[in-house]
């Protein structure tokens, strides 16, 4: 899947190759650690219900004093939501009774969707994608889509394009690459949203919005990079090895301490 900005901008992370090596799960940086676990292990906020606060409530009909059981509602994440920005809705299963005396069959509901236009001020380019009722009033809500993905959690955005156009936002921010012909107006945009960096390190945006085998792929390159430089690590480790050969063979003035007179094994 690839999606591209109007400027032919990828959002994804394409790797040179498609194998990727077993083992290198183990040895991913804790950058890409903490942004899996915010993508895929957090509990995002609440979309179809609205959660009842405290631990127990009263039944209005008895009377009776219960516990208060926020169970969520069954969500489905379709493939197909990666190449838009749903906003956090998902596709819900549930039962549809048509009747009173019929029985309940099982029905999925999906959100609305719609093919839209949205605006990054940051980068400074109008893309094309599919998107949620919900999402276009997330991205009104917060004045636009630049704010509403810097605050929004990765397991709120859930979508693998709003991961990415969140990715490439940190980026031009961290490396300032926003409006390089104006600088007026790259200083203004960049104090507009440069608050948001104080959230993530350098590293924690190297790595943030890269699927798991994209991941893996990134860390393979780098491991292929490091061997490259090995030739010349070999070189200095031969030179050390005969440094210390030729220092080995340089007389060593004997130590004429009165310890050694007591030691019996000299």
């Given at each position: 899947?690839?999606?591209?900005?109007?400027?032919?901008?990828?959002?994804?992370?394409?790797?040179?190759?498609?194998?990727i090596n077993s083992g290198l799960g183990d040895r991913l940086p804790e950058a890409y650690k903490?942004?899996?676990?915010?993508?895929?292990?957090?509990?995002?906020?609440?979309?179809?219900?609205?959660?009842?606060?405290?631990?127990?409530?009263?039944?209005?009909?008895?009377?009776?004093?219960?516990?208060?059981?926020?169970?969520?509602?069954?969500?489905?994440?379709?493939?197909?939501?990666?190449?838009?920005?749903?906003?956090?809705?998902?596709?819900?299963?549930?039962?549809?009774?048509?009747?009173?005396?019929?029985?309940?069959?099982?029905?999925?509901?999906?959100?609305?969707?719609?093919?839209?236009?949205?605006?990054?001020?940051?980068?400074?380019?109008?893309?094309?994608?599919?998107?949620?009722?919900?999402?276009?009033?997330?991205?009104?809500?917060?004045?636009?889509?630049?704010?509403?993905?810097?605050?929004?959690?990765?397991?709120?955005?859930?979508?693998?394009?709003?991961?990415?156009?969140?990715?490439?936002?940190?980026?031009?921010?961290?490396?300032?690459?926003?409006?390089?012909?104006?600088?007026?107006?790259?200083?203004?945009?960049?104090?507009?949203?440069?608050?948001?960096?104080?959230?993530?390190?350098?590293?924690?945006?190297?790595?943030?919005?890269?699927?798991?085998?994209?991941?893996?792929?990134?860390?393979?390159?780098?491991?292929?990079?490091?061997?490259?430089?090995?030739?010349?690590?070999?070189?200095?480790?031969?030179?050390?090895?005969?440094?210390?050969?030729?220092?080995?063979?340089?007389?060593?003035?004997?130590?004429?301490?009165?310890?050694?007179?007591?030691?019996?094994?000299?």
């Amino acid at each position: 899947m690839e999606s591209r900005l109007a400027n032919g901008l990828k959002l994804l992370y394409i790797p040179k190759k498609t194998k990727i090596n077993s083992g290198l799960g183990d040895r991913l940086p804790e950058a890409y650690k903490k942004f899996y676990k915010e993508w895929r292990h957090k509990v995002p906020e609440p979309v179809y219900f609205k959660p009842k606060p405290g631990k127990w409530t009263k039944d209005e009909k008895t009377g009776a004093v219960i516990p208060v059981q926020n169970i969520p509602i069954p969500l489905k994440y379709p493939k197909t939501m990666h190449s838009g920005i749903w906003g956090g809705e998902a596709i819900v299963q549930g039962f549809k009774q048509s009747g009173k005396y019929k029985s309940r069959v099982p029905h999925f509901w999906t959100p609305t969707l719609k093919k839209s236009v949205v605006y990054s001020e940051i980068l400074n380019t109008y893309m094309s994608t599919t998107v949620t009722e919900k999402a276009l009033d997330l991205i009104n809500k917060n004045y636009g889509l630049d704010h509403y993905l810097l605050k929004t959690a990765a397991c709120d955005l859930k979508t693998t394009l709003s991961l990415k156009i969140k990715r490439h936002l940190l980026m031009a921010l961290r490396d300032k690459t926003l409006y390089k012909d104006d600088s007026v107006k790259q200083q203004e945009v960049y104090d507009k949203y440069k608050h948001y960096l104080k959230d993530y390190t350098h590293e924690e945006i190297e790595w943030y919005g890269l699927t798991f085998d994209e991941a893996l792929l990134k860390m393979q390159d780098i491991d292929e990079l490091n061997a490259k430089e090995a030739p010349l690590k070999a070189k200095y480790r031969l030179e050390l090895i005969e440094e210390l050969k030729n220092s080995s063979n340089e007389p060593v003035e004997e130590n004429k301490s009165w310890i050694n007179k007591l030691n019996p094994f000299r």
